[in-house]
């Protein structure tokens, strides 16, 4: 054993040593290799953050193809009437970062579009890109859209339909979210005839200016349900939506001011308006709105009794006092959910999802934008739920990330080849 022949252990040691040293002596360095890249970018998602990491993106130069799978641009906001803080529509916003896009030479929007095939690497991504030709402005109204869609769906107008190739340097997914869409019968969903989803209010509001009427009948009062397909402890979506509690309750601010006499009633499990958006809470509480917390283990319950319909719930505010709410509406609080095309998208670019099914960043606090994939970063809800602010946010980081990598025209690669 070496213990026992300390001068013979110490003489190999140095031996080994001096072998290892002679070794090196004979090595080759190896050096970053340094590519060339395109200072060209592919944008998936013309929401409002997909928009915003474009505009941004131009303006430093870089060249950017900004894809759509929908003929309209602007998501999900574009059909809200009026957004917290500054209650702007989002018509406005959208139709304004849609006058910017359309002033940059340097961004070519395609709608319906998707992403069809991705090879190569950080730098020169070649991409091919489907594209449906159809003539809808972006910006059309919905109404309008639709009635030149069922046009194309009778034959009456015929689409083009092309494949482009692209080579571009980095690619910023921000395909955005889905709404959880409720099961048949879940709080009596499509079983009731007066139960629906917040983002169906958002758009019957839109429909009745003056009067909120549903099915002939004028509103009254209505109920909504918070939580409705998120935090589900024995379901999928385990996860909070974030953005829900605050977009009802703003809702809900905007029903009394638009209809006046408008009694609302929030089932709810946790209140969760951070931040700023605290203020609406206060504002909706001073205004007579009224709040039951409901458990997830007893659920409200809908039920229809002849004509009326009516929410039972167990407050858990006043000792689990049981409670019976008629309400002339039910409205479900649905959260987000992955895209449908997400799978789709993660398989081409193969950046990984979690169990959530949403997008994964490589670490959520030191590299939030940044995937496994080198030159592929997420932004917006396609990352998880997020709120607008915070989506816009994430998006412009990722685009920071990409014009930093892309405007020296060259980037540095690990030395490593395959042989
Ligand atoms: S934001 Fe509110 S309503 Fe939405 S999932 Fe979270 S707690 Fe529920």
Redo the contacts with the bound molecule.
Sequence with gaps: AHSDQPHEASVKAAGLIQAGINRVSYSESLDAIDISVKNTALVIGAGISGMKAAIDMAKSGTEVFLIEKEYLVGGRIAQKESLFPTNQSGKEIITALYQQIKRFPNITLFTGATLEKVSGSLGNFNLEIKVNHKDISPIADPKEAKLVMDQYENNEKKEIEETISLIVGAVLVASGFNHYQPKEGEFGYQTIDNVITLPELDTLMVNNPKQLVYNGKKVNSIAFI???G??QTKGENK??????????IHTSLQLKEKYKDIQTYHL??????YGKQELLYEQSSKQGDLYFKYEEKEAPVVEKDGKTTVVKVKDYLTAKMPLEIEADLVVL?T?MVPREDAPHIADLLKIPTGSDKFFNEIHPKLKPVETVIKGVYIGGTCQG?KNISESVQSSMSGASKIIALLKSGTVSVDPIIAR
């Design positions: 918070y939580c409705v998120s935090r996860y909070c939506s974030r953005q829900c509690c605050s977009s009802t709810y499990r946790d209140i969760r308006t609080v959260g739920p």
